[in-house]
């Protein structure tokens, strides 16, 4: 039983030997938690996520699209690659989108935003990032809307002169739609 307390005792020193160096470590270097996200950023980029999808998809409004993302914009989907490196690129991808709808070559699309999937995260001194699930739909003239896939994003907003600017973004996780879904 000696033997025992002693190597007992023994394992005791050491352990306490060995973490001290470790608290004195944390608490001269603590782990800080990232910023909490307010109520107000959600409703922030939300918003600007809408008038997104609403230029580039309902409207193909250039111009409000423009407004909408970053000179340095970047696209990065699972299925194309990178498709932009700049807004004028990505810019250049809606107006052939939209004028590829008007000739039938490309379909009226609608994009739902599955709300209780997003997730919004401040990035302290830059924006935000936004994440979630969406489906897209395709819009055939006189026809009832055709879910067609799902996807998940990844999005990097930037305020940049007081207004939420598409920077980034992640589109992956594409999914066809199992028929007869809605």
């Known amino acids: 039983m000696p033997?025992?307390?002693?190597?007992?005792?023994s394992i005791a020193a050491l352990s306490a030997t060995l973490s001290a160096p470790l608290s004195a470590q944390a608490e001269e270097h603590p782990?800080?938690?990232?910023?909490?996200?307010?109520?107000?950023l959600i409703e922030e980029i939300s918003a600007?996520?809408?008038?997104?999808?609403?230029?580039?998809?309902?409207?193909?409004?250039?111009n409000a699209?423009?407004?909408?993302?970053?000179e340095d914009f970047e696209f990065y989907h699972d299925k194309w690659g990178k498709t932009a490196d700049s807004g004028a690129?990505?810019?250049k991808s809606i107006r052939d989108m939209c004028e590829g709808r008007k000739t039938g070559r490309n379909i009226q699309a609608r994009r739902e935003l599955i709300a209780d999937s997003v997730r919004i995260f401040p990035l302290n001194n830059f924006g935000a990032i936004q994440t979630g699930t969406h489906k897209f739909y395709g819009l055939p003239p006189g026809k009832a809307p055709v879910l067609r896939e799902t996807g998940q994003f990844t999005h990097v907003w930037q305020k940049v002169s007081?207004?939420?600017?598409?920077?980034r973004v992640l589109s992956y996780?594409?999914?066809p739609a199992a028929e007869g879904s809605e």
């Open 48 to 62: 600007a996520d809408r008038r997104l999808f609403e230029a580039v998809f309902n409207r193909c409004d250039l």
């Open 89 to 91: 690129e990505f810019l």
């Open 173 to 175: 996780d594409h999914q």
């Open 3 to 9: 033997k025992l307390l002693g190597a007992l005792l």
């Open 31 to 40: 782990v800080v938690a990232g910023p909490t996200t307010p109520q107000s």
């Open 65 to 70: 699209s423009q407004s909408l993302v970053t």
């Open 162 to 167: 007081g207004q939420w600017k598409l920077a």
